[in-house]
């Protein structure tokens, strides 16, 4: 009995910690990415537990899609988080996995993913790092596990135009959801990532719409 009050305590804590998470991070707009890889973690022990059914829920996707709703972040986005933590946490420990934030988590995550290594204590100090960029850090690990950096080509473009908030984040969800479709690694330069999903975007788009090169 003893047991089962505190798994049952331990549930409520936690989906309480998810909850308000996700209510402080559209609250604030300081500190988001250590609240998100709290919200990652949070989220791990909720969907190992199955602590969603507590919360009156029939999956963890319907859970998932609940929390989405509040961070207004995409399911996909949520899960890539969920699943970043799980394999960046018993490597470099909580205290590094905050201090680098989620978006550098998600550059580590992503190349040990691709690679199959773990990172040096080097590399996971640079990660952790105030001072290292998001960019800086794809670089390094670029660099220690060996990945290909394809040599960009052509000239550098600027597309500039004004959006709301809610326009961009629909712009920042078909560029993430066409760099899914076409497999392109978060390892890789971020303007590289970009160019890959707006020739998908673009791509589709055309053919889509039966529309032929030489009408435009």
Do not use: C
Not at 1 to 23: K, N, P, Q, Y
Not at 108 to 131: F, H, Q, R
Not at 189 to 211: H, P
């Amino acid at each position: 009995m003893t047991d089962a009050l505190a798994i049952a305590g331990r549930s409520a804590a936690v989906l309480a910690l998810a909850e308000g998470l996700a209510a402080d991070i559209i609250r604030n707009q300081f500190q988001q990415e250590e609240r998100f890889v709290y919200l990652g973690k949070a989220l791990l022990e909720i969907r190992t537990n199955s602590y969603w059914r507590n919360a009156g829920f029939t999956s963890f996707g319907k859970y998932i899609q609940h929390l989405s709703s509040i961070v207004r972040r995409e399911r996909s986005t949520l899960y890539q988080y969920t699943a970043t933590v799980e394999r960046l946490l018993p490597v470099v420990g909580e205290d590094q996995l905050v201090a680098m934030g989620i978006n550098k988590a998600l550059v580590l995550g992503a190349g040990m993913k691709y690679t199959g290594k773990t990172p040096s204590p080097d590399l996971i100090a640079k990660a952790a790092g105030s001072a290292t960029t998001t960019e800086e850090l794809k670089s390094a690990v670029n660099q220690e596990f060996r990945i290909y950096v394809p040599t960009e080509q052509g000239v550098w473009r600027e597309l500039g135009f004004y959006a709301d908030d809610e326009e961009f984040e629909e712009i920042k969800q078909a560029i993430e959801a066409a760099k899914r479709a076409d497999n392109v690694s978060n390892a890789l330069a971020e303007s590289y990532q970009i160019k890959r999903a707006l020739l998908v975007l673009a791509r589709d788009f055309m053919s889509g719409r039966g529309v032929d090169h030489a009408e435009v």
